[in-house]
């Protein structure tokens, strides 16, 4: 098993910037990929940025692209996004996600079937 904890939201201005983190324990050894969703309020989950840890390759959608960068930290067992030039519509609650089976695909990181741990959540408010 794998535990996620996401942690950096908050309250931002727009055009402001955040870095969220997420930290792995457990099996950790056992993560292949791993990536960010969010869900604002009355909307479904969405994909945010996905690492593809085998090729090496980031997938983004096009909404935060250009504005939010995800890496990881092996050492540390932590994950994290950044994000800049926030707008209002990035509001929602963030999650990340690892998996532990090998997606070839990159562009498959966007499937939220794919992951297998998820975080419990950390809310993002960017106000105009």
């Known amino acids: 098993q794998v535990q996620l904890v996401e942690s950096g939201g908050g309250l931002v201005q727009a055009g402001g910037s955040l870095r969220l983190s997420c930290t792995a324990s457990?099996?950790?050894?056992?993560?292949?990929?791993n990536g960010w969703f969010r869900q604002a309020p009355g909307k479904e989950r969405e994909f945010v940025a996905g690492f593809h840890w085998s090729s090496g390759t980031t997938y983004y959608a096009d909404s935060v692209k250009g504005r939010f960068t995800i890496s990881s930290d092996s050492a540390k067992n932590t994950d994290y996004l950044q994000m800049i030039s926030l707008e209002p519509e990035d509001t929602a609650v963030y999650y990340c996600a690892t998996s532990t089976a090998l997606i070839e695909n990159p562009r498959a990181l966007a499937q939220s079937s794919n992951y297998d741990y998820w975080g419990q959540g950390t809310q993002v408010t960017v106000s105009s």
């Open positions: 457990g099996r950790t050894f056992s993560r292949y990929h």
